[in-house]
């Protein structure tokens, strides 16, 4: 009879933790999630069990996990908010989007978030958002058809779908385009598992700044529901522009209950007094500000090892039987 033990954990304590019933149920929830991520394997046990006629072997595996599970939303880091159609250093802040490419991708490689997720301004060319457009949709303005509109004004449409209100943007980030691809330092995680893309603004008559919803609320993205599959808790918004879709996305985000942190040096938005309202009001909603030279403290704070209730039950029974 052996007994390999390749772990000195307090196993006692361990299994102290695994009684608080919760997370008992989120170790359950996360088992199936983490099974096949081997960097979240913290510590391996090996029992073997033998006698003259048989041989059992016992694997318990312990999972690194936490209470939280983090979401990184890297919010439309594409050209066209760079050095495209709508760069952010020809708007009147002069600021310049394309500084939160390193600071992003240091978080993309210190911080282990459990999800990233991309968004894409991802438009047709006949976009409702689109100054060049205004032409053909004049039937749809409210007020005076005939007046004179410029670039940047806020207009009400009231159809052909629904009345919105628009800010009329030079044309940019139309599907396929270079002007819409992501940046090209950006790095972009590979992993199916984890990675999550969301296109939005896809519909010719609405906009959407934000990456849960359509500007008006009318139809949701599948961004949700995943990151309620993943059991996401906490989400880290970062990108661009912050006044516009970066807001819009954190607003929407704490709404449907997530903890929303804005990661405010990852940002980069388009003009002063609105950058500086929209943060008031992120503030007044509940949304955390944070650095990002904080997000990594943060999680591993709130990560510890674990081993799975089930298979601590296991090893005790069968420490006892030895
Ligand atoms: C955005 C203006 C128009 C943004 C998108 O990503 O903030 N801004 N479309
Ligand atoms: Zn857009």
Known sequence: MHLLLKDKRVLVSEFGLCLNRKSAIRRELSLRKY????????????????????????????????????????????????????????????EDGAEVVPIINKLIQTVSFDVIVYTHDWHPPDHISFFENLQYRRQYLEGDQNKTIHMFDNVTYSGPKFKTVQVLWPTHCIQGTDDAALHKDLIVSSSKNNTIHIYKGIDPDIDSYSAFWDNEKHQKTE????????????????????????????????????????????????????????????????????????????????????????????????????
């Open 35 to 94: 099974s096949y991520k081997w960097k979240n394997v913290d510590s391996l046990f090996i029992i073997v069990f033998s006698t003259r006629t048989c041989c059992i072997i016992f694997v318990i595996v312990g999972l690194k996990s936490s209470d939280y599970i983090n979401a990184l939303i890297i919010v439309d880091v594409q050209n066209c908010f760079i050095t495209g159609n709508l760069a952010l250093v020809t708007s009147p802040a002069h």
């Open 223 to 322: 961004l949700d529901a995943m990151l309620n599959e993943w059991r996401v808790t906490r989400v880290f918004v970062a990108g661009l522009a912050t006044d516009y879709c970066v807001v819009a996305t954190a607003v929407d985000a704490k709404d449907l209950n997530y903890t929303t942190y804005f990661v405010e040096d990852a940002c980069r938005g388009v003009d002063n007094a609105t950058i500086a309202a929209k943060k008031e009001d992120m503030k007044n909603r509940g949304i955390v500000f944070i650095q990002s030279n904080q997000v990594k403290a943060l999680i591993d704070s709130a990560s510890y090892n674990q081993i799975h209730f089930t298979l601590m039950i296991s090893f005790s029974i069968f420490s006892f039987i030895l």
